[in-house]
């Protein structure tokens, strides 16, 4: 490693070691802080309250050398009702009286779901007859800080915990059987990042495989144990969804603050690539989506207008889910579920005010935030109960 | 003031906001003085809305403000301030210590740093920008650009003798 990459990833895990402040903290209204910008602060305060101006999502006319752009103007239409068979309202306790998250279905009527804080209990959930059964007891290694979602696949859950804050931080890679059993190691790696420097896991065969959340790179390990391998030829790489991978790089047509857009991608078993031409996007395998409320496929076609603006633009989820934002006012936000695939648009349910010291509208719209890591289920509480939408279950 | 175009930077505070704090992060190196230059640089964008008619533009003049504010704030301070002198961690013991050990070595190199030094180095190293964008958004040459990404990388090297034994870039 030289001292430029040492610096990336440096700076990367500095960026995400300290949990941005809510986002009222900055809307007018607020007590500033000390320090020598007050005096601005005083005239340009009210310059926040009653001045403003168009953003970067905010929905422009398509340019001309785009050729038409077809509109999207489909009405949304409830979730439960439009994807009745994917979408599950449940209760936010498990019938045992226990607080859950939802970790993905395992088939149209069992949810995995995770209960404890450290020690963590995988049970599978009959969402159709209340039951559940314990499939996995896990108690994290000493020091842990952080116990990841799992993924499912070749019939194993698979997870990773980290311990971090000791001056050489570990990451454990976890497996047990989908059906329930024991816990088992698969492979450890050394490293710094907080919350695990893995931007994306996922099993292939018998294989773990995933890509680091700085520096990149495709590594496999074995699901039986065995130490970790750099995929070769791998190098700068991240994982979109296997066998896909993007290429890392400045590029002028990626965002600002160095968010991954998959714009260069490359099939690592045949060494395919699929170069985007969309100007700057996010972009999952098929589809990308830009700052003007656009979707279009990665060569450039299909352009078509979204019903509302996407909410952060990233990476669709499973090449084909994005959450859009439709706002007519300060006071009345919605939040859809998107179809790229399909043209549909479910409306989630979910209204709110943006206010200043009210966490509500960050906090939905950080609930219903997906991208290409968001693989099983789409989750958030309205009123009492819990919308569970899986989304492999939608169907296309 | 159209009180939609209010309503949409209000918008624009909610989704980016975050984002705008973890750069703020970077070149401030502590929290509550990023909170600081994030509001600061907002609240002249928003004294300067009417002038910024591309939507897409709002973003990095806010950036922009950050890095400006940084620089030129610290630049009124007297030199006595400077930033952390957190000792360095102690060296590996032979000598060839290992990424784990070389970041914590890294980031206490960083809070040694002047605010322009580190503030070329988050644009080239974090923001990944070329160096005639590092000059658009810090005012400066592109030669300039050049110039200071190679002090302060030597200057990194200076304050942590231990990044002196790694490879030079390709």
């Known amino acids: 490693m030289n001292i430029e990459d040492l610096l990336r990833e440096t700076l990367a895990d500095m960026s995400r070691e300290e949990e941005p402040p809510p986002p009222g903290r900055f809307l007018p209204g607020q007590p500033a802080r000390r320090r020598v910008w007050r005096p601005v602060l005083v005239a340009a305060g009210v310059a926040v309250l009653i001045a403003a101006t168009t953003v970067v999502i905010q929905r422009t006319a398509p340019e001309k050398k785009d050729g038409p752009v077809a509109a999207d103007t489909s009405r949304p239409v409830p979730v439960s009702k439009l994807w009745p068979r994917a979408t599950h309202v449940l209760p936010q306790k498990l019938p045992n009286g226990l607080a859950y998250r939802p970790e993905a279905f395992l088939d149209e009527r069992t949810l995995l779901a995770r209960t404890g804080k450290g020690d963590t209990v995988w049970w599978s959930y009959d969402v159709r007859s209340g039951t559940v059964k314990r499939l996995v007891a896990f108690v994290p290694p000493p020091r842990t800080d952080y116990t990841s979602s799992v993924v499912v696949g070749s019939g194993r859950l698979v997870w990773y915990t980290v311990s971090w804050g000791t001056v050489k931080g570990l990451l454990d890679i976890w497996t047990a059987p989908v059906t329930g059993g024991t816990a088992r190691k698969v492979t450890s790696i050394r490293q710094t990042m907080k919350y695990g420097d893995i931007d994306l896991m996922t099993v292939v065969g018998d294989k773990v495989v995933w890509s680091r959340g700085i520096e990149g790179g495709l590594y496999r390990a074995p699901l039986s144990g065995g130490d970790p391998a750099r995929i070769p030829g791998t190098k700068r790489y991240h994982l979109l969804q296997w066998p896909w991978a993007g290429i890392s790089g400045a590029r002028p047509d990626e965002l600002p603050d160095s968010r991954f857009t998959f714009q260069r991608l490359v099939n690592v078993l045949t060494g395919e690539r699929r170069d985007a031409r969309t100007g700057t996007a996010s972009c999952s395998l098929t589809w990308c989506v830009n700052h003007q409320a656009q979707a279009l496929r990665r060569d450039g076609s299909g352009r078509r207008t979204l019903p509302a603006n996407p909410l952060p633009p990233g990476p669709p989820a499973l090449d084909r889910f994005i959450v859009l934002r439709q706002s007519s006012s300060r006071a009345d936000n919605r939040l859809y579920l998107y179809d790229l695939k399909t043209h549909r648009t479910g409306d989630l349910g979910i209204r709110f005010e943006i206010k200043v010291n009210d966490r509500t509208a960050s906090d939905y719209m950080q609930a219903v935030t997906i991208d290409h890591t968001t693989r099983y289920v789409l989750t958030y509480d309205l009123g009492d109960k819990r919308v569970v939408i899986d989304l492999p279950a939608i169907p296309g | ?170």
Not at chain 2, 20 to 46: C, P, W
């Open chain 2, 1 to 170: 003031m159209d009180p939609d175009r209010a309503a949409e930077f209000r918008t624009f505070v909610v989704e980016r906001s975050a984002a705008l704090f973890r750069t703020a992060y970077l070149l401030t190196g502590d929290r509550h003085s990023a909170e600081d230059l994030v509001q600061s640089a907002l609240a002249k964008t928003a004294a300067n809305l009417a002038r910024l008619r591309d939507p897409a533009a709002v973003e990095g003049y806010v950036r922009r403000a950050m890095y400006h504010e940084q620089v030129s704030w610290w630049r009124r301070r007297s030199k006595a301030a400077e930033v952390s002198t957190d000792h360095l961690p102690d060296r590996a013991d032979d000598g060839h210590a290992d990424v784990a050990d070389l970041r914590l070595v890294m980031r206490s190199a960083l809070a040694r740093l002047t605010p322009r030094q580190r503030a070329v180095l988050v644009l080239r190293y974090f923001e990944d920008l070329p160096e005639s964008e590092i000059a658009k958004v810090l005012g400066i040459s592109v030669g300039s650009v050049r110039s200071q990404t190679h002090r302060s990388l030597e200057r990194l090297k200076k304050v942590a003798p231990e990044l002196r034994t790694m490879r030079e870039p390709a």
